[in-house]
């Protein structure tokens, strides 16, 4: 018999993990799996669980020289390592090698100091990945500044264009990889309802359900960091928040302008689409503003125009 508790839990998995990483400033980590150790509020709700795997860094343990803190998926450690130090955690363990690779190992510098270990079975564990995808796995680039849209997008495209087509080449030129259609859907966004419906059946099989009320989202909520852990999603919300509230916004069009989109073909349409977003017009575009109703339509309205009227025939 399902309780309250684990009513509301399945809920808070279903509707809260994996969190989107393919939006503005989001970490791709928490798409990867809930962690009790995520520095983002949206992550939250898991605290208080305890976790099938954990990522443990040993003494011995630096920040590898290959990792960009200026990056909003990087993860890692600013203390001296004593004692193995639990630094991560979370549902699975490609997952958690996967978390590695991405945010604090993408070189695998520190192979001998960043472990993955079975938390039941008490025991660090090898990486189930097929020796082609981790040698051969490939790295980021950091095109646009820290802040920009265009590393937003940049990293959008590497989880889901890029690293969808490596796995694919991959498994065609390596065979079988029995652990393939798992791993491959941590980079099918597309199939994002599917996969929220996976993690809350994943989540129900978790003794904790039963008995531990898992924390709601709070949109005032602070986020709660182990000591001398390093993010760079923290990095990025500090670094924004000494920006105007309309910075995203003009980032944004500043990237649909350099990528010659259809919706920014002349000044007007630049001039519109900032009023629309928020974003102030210099004095050369409030002139071209107050001209608009003279001007002939913009490509973006023709289609908006054509698509209106094909709605209203029926033929849509």
Known sequence: MTTGIEKYNISLAQNNSPSSSSSYGRPFYSWLSPSTFSPAKEDMWCRGMTMPFEVVIIPGYTVPTALNKDDVDSVWY??????PTVVWDGMG????FEFISTCMD??????????????EKGKYIEDPRPSWLVRNRPQKT??????SYERSKSNKHF????????LSEGLRENGHWKGYASHHYLFSRERKREIRDLWGRRMMRHPDFSHVRLASVVADAEPVVTEGMGFGYLRFKEALSCKESW?????MIEYLIKTNSHLVETPLDV???????????????????????????STAEKILMKAKALWKSGDF
């Open 106 to 119: 993408p070189l695998c510098e520190i192979n001998d100091y960043i472990r993955v270990k079975d938390v």
């Open 142 to 147: 950091f095109s646009g500044s820290f802040l």
């Open 271 to 297: 001039a519109k689409l900032k009023v629309g977003k928020g974003v102030p017009l210099t004095p050369e575009e409030e002139v071209i503003y107050s001209k608009r109703d003279q001007a002939p339509p």
């Open 93 to 96: 363990s490609v997952e958690m």
């Open 78 to 83: 600013d203390l001296e390592v004593t004692s």
């Open 159 to 166: 989880f889901e264009v890029v690293m969808n087509q490596f």
């Open 247 to 251: 910075f995203r916004e003009a980032s």
